[in-house]
């Protein structure tokens, strides 16, 4: 039977005494490109690329076989748009970076 109390336990001096443990990155990281409900990812990235936070790495573009021709076809220019947002993006980075070694030491 199960106790019934009004009193519910504060663990919170508990949990601030235990040490703080980092947790080790993986070795591996896998990302699904497809489940049950869509269809399969088209990826952008490459195995070894360097990745950044909050970069877009993939877009699914057939949702399902079902999907119209025309459903397809605005799918893939989402997905070029995307695409081409991305490496402007990279290049804007990747243009002060250049400057300043261009520049070089005086």
Known sequence: MIK???????????LGQLPTVEAPLPEYLFIATDNAR??????YIK????????????????????NSKKDKEAAAKR?????????????ALAAPIAAKT?????
């Open 79 to 91: 997905a070029a748009a995307y695409a081409a947002a991305q490496k402007a993006r990279e290049a």
């Open 102 to 106: 261009e520049g070089g030491a005086h």
């Open 47 to 66: 195995e070894g690329d360097h990745v950044n936070l909050c970069q877009v790495i993939g877009m699914a573009i057939l949702a399902a076989m079902k």
């Open 4 to 14: 019934k109390t009004k009193y519910i336990q504060d663990t919170k001096k508990l």
């Open 38 to 43: 869509c269809g399969k990812a088209d990826v």
